[in-house]
């Protein structure tokens, strides 16, 4: 595997590249942080009910507010979340889910609508759509924690919005965002590879096999596990390709390359409408429509893919 394909940069893969220095250490800065809120330089990244607010036009672009387009949010804002900088400039998410009619709201309306990232998502420009998810990801995990699972007291966003912690005394326990690890895998016998589809996709939808890392298990046995389950084979050599955050909701993709004896497939039924073998010239002639098409351009498994169509 040459060094190019784990780079940052173009091929880096979606919604990684965002550009935006964390600064972990100002998020104990509640002084600063107050500050910023009030700054008139600072940006806001409005996430409304897991959509973003996004500017239409020739060009989809991330739409931010500016701290005087978001001071009348503020107040009803479910959380603001600290997600990094930008040179000097503070970004921010700011979770307007309690808007009704965001149409209504011109601080809102005039910058863009609320729109889903998995559809926009492959429209954007890399570091945009990146800022995007993280917004997205960190606003999902405070609307689903809001309770600590420890005593079931509610809990409060604390440290710029990258804990919560339990208001019960006696508790006090910290949450941390959670990211769920999954496996996701190109399985390959070197000249054809393994392509299944789910029944809920859009039609001639084919990916990349794929699954949730279990408790006790490693990367490489959880790729050999889902492998094993969904069509029946036994992988041999498992390489590491790259990752990518996917907070669709709350996801971390592991990409891989799995070799394999050529086989037979038994596909599981339960887990699939279907999965067959291709040969890249199969691959390379895809019609991209309802008949056969590869995932969407955004995704980890369409780079596994072209990644591994260029080795061949
Ligand atoms: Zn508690």
Wanted: a negative charge; glycine letters at 10%; one cysteine or more.
């Amino acid at each position: 595997m040459s060094d190019a394909i784990n780079e940052d940069g173009p091929r880096g893969n979606f919604y990684t590249g965002m550009g935006l220095d964390r600064a972990d250490h100002l998020r104990r800065d509640a002084g600063w942080l107050e500050a910023r809120l009030a700054d008139p330089e600072s940006r806001f990244v409005p996430v409304r009910r897991a959509h973003n607010l996004i500017r239409r036009g020739d060009d989809a672009r991330a739409a931010w507010l500016d701290g005087a387009g978001a001071r009348r949010l503020l107040p009803r804002a479910a959380e603001t979340i600290f997600l990094g900088l930008s040179g000097e400039t503070a970004y921010f998410a700011l979770d307007v889910s309690a808007i009704e009619a965001p149409e209504a709201e011109p601080a809102l309306a005039e910058r863009g609508e609320f729109l889903d990232l998995r559809v926009v998502g492959p429209l954007l420009e890399r570091g945009e759509g990146a800022i995007l998810a993280y917004a997205r990801g960190l606003v999902y995990w405070h609307q689903r924690h809001r309770f600590c699972s420890v005593c079931g007291s509610p809990s409060t966003s604390t440290q710029g919005g990258h804990v919560r912690r339990c208001t019960h005394e006696a508790c006090g326990v910290e949450h941390f965002p959670r990211t769920d690890p999954a496996v996701i895998m190109l399985v390959h016998d070197g000249e054809r590879c393994v392509l299944g589809r789910q029944k809920v996709w859009r039609n001639g939808m084919h990916s990349t096999l794929a699954g949730f890392v279990e408790p006790g298990e490693s990367l490489e046995e959880a790729v050999a596990r889902e492998v094993k389950e969904e069509v029946g084979l036994e992988v041999g050599e498992v390489a590491y390709h790259s990752s990518q955050p996917w907070p669709f909701p709350a996801s971390l993709m592991l990409g891989f390359h799995a070799a394999c004896d050529h086989a037979p497939l038994r596909v599981n039924e339960q887990e699939l409408g279907g999965a067959q073998w291709f040969s890249r010239a199969q691959l390379e002639a895809s019609p991209e429509d309802d008949s056969f098409r590869l995932p969407r351009r955004d995704s980890i498994a369409r780079r596994l893919i072209e990644d591994w169509l260029a080795e061949g």
